[in-house]
């Protein structure tokens, strides 16, 4: 008995990675607008509402970052 195992490839058309090349920069775009809107929100608060969160003035670029990226 014999099988045939075909796979069939499917590549992108050159408007299809253009697609998607765009929506990438679309969606790194409205992720650094995210970050910087958490990180000059965190910045204008007072040192002591800061405290009162239980965040350092040191740690707000790290704490937008991990809001928007994760890590």
Do not use: K, P
């Not at 697609?19 to 910087?36: C, K, M, N, P």
């Not at 000059?40 to 009162?52: G, I, N, P, T």
Request: hydrophobic content about 40%; some cysteine.
């Amino acid at each position: 008995m014999a099988n045939i195992n075909e796979t069939l490839t499917h590549t992108e058309t050159l408007g299809e990675r253009a697609s998607g090349i765009f929506a990438a920069l679309v969606r790194r775009a409205a992720d650094w607008r995210e970050f910087r809107r958490t990180f000059d929100e965190l910045s204008q608060l007072s040192d002591r509402d800061l405290s009162d969160l239980g965040i350092a003035r040191c740690e707000i670029a790290r704490i937008a970052r991990e809001s928007v990226y994760g890590r």
